[in-house]
């Protein structure tokens, strides 16, 4: 089955300690990207990938760091988690071109304390 | 960059009636105008999408209208349905890709049967 899978799918952390949200799709897309949801804000881009060892900031990068050493792999890293980066994060893939869908995780919520 | 406002924040109808959310856009460069349907719990998935060369698309129960001179295109969902209740996002983009879809910030549609 397609599909982007998200872990953890929920997390309660403290201030500070360095997590990593993973993401995997297994539908060989070139283009994968992290997105956070909050309320009264919608979805706004954290990061993105264009292809392997290739990402770039997205609309609210501050806080956080990406890699893709892997083309199935996008792990979306907090360094120092802080009480403003609790949200719902979502992790996308699309195999890019002109007119490309983009399919999402499930979600991964995020309390920090 | 794009600023995309969406309208309203939520919405309810009774089953059978119509639903109607309404975006506007920004930048006159945007040409890629997609709809998604956030299930309880879910990530967002694609229903439908137009492009800056039609005014108008229909799919079933669902349609979307553009305006590129009013910069502003609509969601319209007719005979609704139960499962039609979700948080539905516009989004709008010069291309696709992960690093140019610029989200409004959603409408809670219910439906009440």
């Known amino acids: 089955e397609a599909q982007v899978t998200q872990n953890p799918r929920y997390l309660i952390t403290v201030t500070g300690k360095k997590l990593t949200v993973t993401c995997s799709q297994n539908m060989n897309h070139e283009y994968m990207s992290w997105y956070r949801q909050d309320p009264g804000l919608g979805l706004r881009q954290i990061y993105y990938s264009m292809n392997v060892e290739v990402t770039d900031k997205g609309d609210v990068p501050e806080g956080y760091k990406v890699s893709r050493k892997e083309k199935r792999n996008f792990p979306l890293i907090l360094e120092s988690p802080s009480p403003n980066q609790t949200s719902l994060y979502f992790c996308?893939?699309?195999?890019?071109?002109?007119?490309?869908?983009?399919?999402f995780g499930e979600g991964s919520r995020l309390t920090v304390l | 960059g794009e600023n995309v406002e969406q309208h309203p924040s939520t919405l309810s109808v009774q089953e059978g009636d119509s639903a109607v959310i309404k975006c506007t856009y920004s930048d006159s460069a945007s040409n890629y105008f997609p709809w998604y349907k956030q299930e309880l719990g879910k990530g967002p998935q694609l229903i439908i999408d137009i492009r800056s060369n039609v005014g108008e698309k229909k799919d079933q129960r669902i349609a979307v209208t553009l305006n590129k001179t009013a910069k502003h295109f609509s969601l319209h969902i007719t005979e609704t349905q139960p499962e039609d209740s979700a948080v539905y996002f516009c989004a709008a983009s010069r291309k696709t890709g992960a690093n140019n879809l610029f989200f409004g910030t959603g409408t809670r549609l219910t439906v009440i049967p």
């Open positions: 996308a893939s699309t195999p890019g071109g002109t007119y490309g869908e983009l399919f």
